[in-house]
Nanobody
C-alpha cells in the first residue's frame, strides 16, 4: 500500500522561504513522476510543479518559475519543493501526488495521479 505524507508547511512573511517534503512509502516511488499541487480556498486544485521518474525533466506553473525548485531523492523515497520569494498568492494547501502510470512524463492534470497526501498548509502573510 502506498502512503504519501507531506511536511514543511507553515506561516511565513512575504519574501520568505519554505521547503516542503514528501515521503512516499512502497515500491512505486522510483518509477513514477511526482508532482506538487495546491488548492487555495474557493479555487480548484492546480499543478505547481512536476518531476519525472528519471529526474531528467521538471515543469513549473508560470507563476512559480524562478522561485520554486522541485527535486527528488530516490534513495530516500522523498520529494521536495523549495519555495523562495513567497508571495501571499502562494497561500494554499500543498499536496504531493504520485503518478498513476509508471515511467510517464510530467502532467499538471490531477487525474494523472492516483496517490495523494493529506496536504500541508502554506500561509504567506503580507
Amino acid at each position: 500500500q502506498v502512503q504519501v505524507l507531506e511536511s514543511g508547511g507553515g506561516l511565513v512573511q512575504a519574501g520568505g522561504s519554505l521547503r516542503l517534503s514528501c515521503t512516499v512509502s512502497g515500491t512505486v516511488f522510483r518509477s513514477r513522476a511526482l508532482a506538487w499541487f495546491r488548492q487555495a480556498p474557493g479555487k480548484e486544485r492546480e499543478g505547481v510543479s512536476c518531476i519525472t521518474w528519471s529526474d531528467t525533466k521538471t515543469d513549473y506553473q508560470d507563476s512559480v518559475k524562478g522561485r520554486f525548485t522541485i527535486s527528488r531523492d530516490n534513495s530516500k523515497n522523498e520529494l521536495y519543493l523549495q519555495m523562495n520569494s513567497l508571495i501571499p498568492e502562494d497561500t494554499a494547501i500543498y499536496y504531493c501526488a504520485v503518478q498513476y502510470s509508471p515511467y510517464g512524463s510530467c502532467s499538471d492534470s490531477p487525474s494523472s495521479y492516483n496517490h495523494w497526501g493529506q496536504g500541508t498548509q502554506v500561509t504567506v502573510a503580507s
